[in-house]
């Protein structure tokens, strides 16, 4: 698998880090991240992108390699922020924005401030909405203390994506774990991303959608827990460019249930725009 060059830039006085896969020169596409995640989660997929794009794969803050903000400043419009500056210190035109569960959320309400910005917005399966039911289930995830783990192996066995429902082999669920963790003074190992970060203070995208004037793809998970057909169809009806597409044998965390499926949908609607372009 091809690395890619590790870097950090301070935003809105946050330590935050990125990746940067290459190639520079081709049109810029940055994979965002969902909740409790991180940038890692996207190398099965960056590489395949890197061959016709400039890929760049930042953790939000609180998350990865990213500064945790003191006092907590979670919002969507902190990470927002956070994106739109760190556009700007990468000097990117007109970038192409994709986005999974959380992250798709972020560039969903990105767009409906900076859509003229963009070449064109992919969300992976995300509602404009955030349902005051999972924005109450996150909190209550939130309160609960941090799990600490007896060693580094311990906390790699035991990492497990959620919603749980997931066909991500047993390789990838663990080569994933190997970033997942830091080591705590006293020799045990907890979790890197910031608790806090379940706290959501989402903005409600519904009403929005109208402002989103770059083609859109929605990338709904087969068995997806969030994007019903009642709520995919008003999806498309208030998004004046969009089209969607479905990725077989997924649930939500689609980019690691099937790789490939989901490489070939997004492939495909970037192939019709450079067309269209």
Known sequence: MPRPHSHFVTINDLRLHYLDWGTAGKPALILCHGGSAYARWWDFIAPVFAEEFHVFTPDWRGH???QHAEPPA??????IDDLHQLVSHLGIER?????HSMGGHN?????TQYAEELSALILVDIEPGYPE?????LRRMGEKPAKVFDSFQEAIA???VFPRASLVSVD???????????ELPDG???????????FREPIDGWPLLARISCPTLIVKAEHSPVLTPQKLERMCAGLPYSRWAEVPYTYHHVMLDNPDGFIEIVQRFLRDLHHHA
């Open 64 to 66: 990865g390699e990213s």
């Open 74 to 79: 979670y919002s969507t419009r902190h990470y």
């Open 95 to 99: 970038p192409i924005l994709l986005g």
């Open 133 to 137: 039911v999972a924005v109450t289930l």
């Open 188 to 198: 045990k190992w907890t979790f890197k991303f910031d608790r806090r970060t379940l």
């Open 172 to 182: 990838k669920l663990r080569y994933l774990a190997s970033f997942a963790f830091k």
């Open 107 to 111: 560039t969903l309400i990105y767009a």
């Open 158 to 160: 035991r990492f497990r």
